[in-house]
């Protein structure tokens, strides 16, 4: 059973890897294919098939609203001219290279990822860090190494947000172990990036200020995400702090070419959507009368209690309910059509520009909509079928008393197949879940090192480095950019592992 259920995630390996389709494309035979099996195999009727499709609809519509929100806003800011603002200042911060590096390939980007992702980190640093006098394939290297450990909190949190949903668990609980582990590696990330960009002297030179900024950024993204709740703003909120640090530690040192103050006001407003972002986001989360006000209206729908023909029973219950005018991806709606006003009125945006903002985000969440509904749903099918259940036992009997060391290779896999930590969560997250409930394991633990496993492998995932490679003009030679990250990425997966053990061991 173990076996033949494994065919919906080979079937998309193999269309991924080695066909290089989509992930949409892929996913709808991955999809296709848990269907025939969860009816012939499995014995789900259609009232499991029914019920799982509206479990996933609903699933599927939480992940995708932060998708859309960030998307809008990305592209509301982008217009405005905020993108360019900053990485047009930055650079001119420092002439020293490893801290260009360091500011451009590794805050700057890990800043990008949590305001956008979706490849934005990468394609915007890349070109920047060219136009610094870097080859174009440490060009590609640094940024992708240096936003890793922001994509679980990244993208406003929607690869946590499909984590949550996946596994129907609070946010506290997952919170807390996935931003700690993250953070761990934000601390490792720094000097990975000062060695890719300079060698061990490069490490050797900036490995204090590199450490501090490491802790900032870490620490920032477990207080926003742990302390105040807010996990949608976690990398974002540590990419915030790192940039704060950075120029100053570089002023400090006296590195700094000064930035001048007339370029202080356009700046500000020019980053006025995020700071909107983050008044609306306190005012809205944090203050316990508006919170409960707005939060009056939710969306959670009673699942009866499904059993297939062979006899598989799948518990009722609701899902986690959808806040609908507190929910992350409102906030970004909200926050978007606020920062278009005040750019118009800035003058920084024109007539025309609502029509390409929307013309973009309609095109940006096309794919990446379709592919996670799909998966989602391949995913839910697999879990109210048995076949999820088939797999843990499976796995579960192998993996045994190691499990813990593999949790995060489990997660990474999926990552480095789809390219992309939220998918890696999709279909991987329900399993992991079992089976360490089957072996009696902790299982936020269990799922910290699956979502900061595909987090970090999320680096190293063709699809990405497609991405990269065509920002700088060295589109064909992928393959070089993969031999070199596919090292970056094992040791940031082995890092987590260990700390999965470590974490595991302190827990029994």
Not at 14 to 22: A, D, K, P, V
Not at 289 to 318: C, D, E, H, M, R
């Amino acid at each position: 059973m173990a076996i033949i259920g494994v065919a919906p995630i080979l079937v998309i390996l193999i269309l991924m890897i080695g066909f290089r389709w989509g992930a949409s494309r892929a996913g709808s035979f991955g999809y296709l294919t848990a269907i025939i099996i969860a009816i012939i195999i499995f014995g789900a009727g259609m009232e499991v098939l029914a019920i799982a499709h509206v479990r996933a609809i609903i699933l599927a519509l939480d992940v995708i609203l932060i998708i859309w929100g960030a998307l809008l806003l990305y592209h509301v800011v982008y217009e405005s001219g905020a993108i360019k603002t900053l990485g047009k200042l930055l650079p001119s911060l420092t002439n020293d290279r490893g801290w260009q590096a360091i500011l451009i390939g590794w805050v700057f980007a890990s800043f990008l990822q949590g305001a956008g992702g979706f490849g934005v980190p990468v394609a915007v640093t890349a070109p920047i860090l060219i136009g610094l006098g870097f080859t174009p394939l440490t060009a590609v290297i640094i940024p992708s190494i240096g936003h890793g450990w922001a994509v679980t909190f990244g993208s406003f949190g929607s690869s946590f947000n499909a984590l949550l949903n996946v596994s129907g668990l609070d946010a506290s609980a997952l919170g807390q172990k996935s931003a700690f582990f993250l953070g761990a590696a934000c601390l490792i990330t720094g000097p990975m990036v000062s060695y890719a960009s300079a060698g061990w002297r490069g490490v050797k030179r900036l490995l204090f200020p590199v450490l501090c900024i490491g802790f900032t950024m870490g620490a920032v993204q477990y207080f926003t995400v742990v302390v105040l709740e807010m996990w949608n703003l976690g990398a974002f909120m540590g990419g915030v702090a790192g940039i704060a640090v950075s120029v100053g530690i570089i002023r400090w040192q006296a590195a700094s070419t000064g930035l001048e103050r007339s370029d202080r006001r356009p700046l500000l407003t020019a980053l006025s959507g995020y700071l909107v972002l983050i008044l609306l986001s306190v005012t809205i989360l944090l203050i316990p009368l508006i919170n409960n006000w707005l939060g009056q209206i939710s969306l959670a729908i009673q699942y009866p209690k499904t059993v297939t023909s062979f006899g598989y029973v799948f518990p009722g219950g609701t899902n986690r309910p959808i806040q609908v005018f507190t929910h992350p991806g409102l906030i970004l709606i909200y926050t978007s059509i606020i920062s278009y006003f005040i750019y118009l009125r800035a003058g920084l945006l024109n007539s025309n520009a609502i029509k390409r903002i929307l013309d973009k985000t309609l095109v940006g969440i096309k794919s990446p909509s379709l592919s996670i509904i799909l998966m989602i749903t391949m995913a839910v099918i697999m879990q109210q079928s048995g076949i999820t259940e088939a797999l843990a036992l499976g796995l579960a009997n192998v993996a045994s008393n190691v499990y813990p060391l593999t949790a995060a290779w489990i997660g990474a896999f999926g990552a480095f197949m789809t390219g992309s930590n939220t998918n890696s969560n999709v279909v991987f997250a329900a399993l992991q879940m079992r089976t360490a409930e089957i072996l009696s394991i902790s299982v936020p633990i269990i799922l910290a090192g699956q979502t900061a496993g595909a987090s970090l492998a999320s680096i190293a995932a063709p699809a990405k480095i497609l991405v990269g490679a065509s920002t700088v003009g060295i589109a064909g030679k992928e393959g070089e950019v993969l031999r070199t990250l596919i090292g970056y990425s094992a040791i940031f997966v082995l890092f987590i592992c260990v700390l999965t053990w470590i974490a595991n061991l302190l827990a029994t």
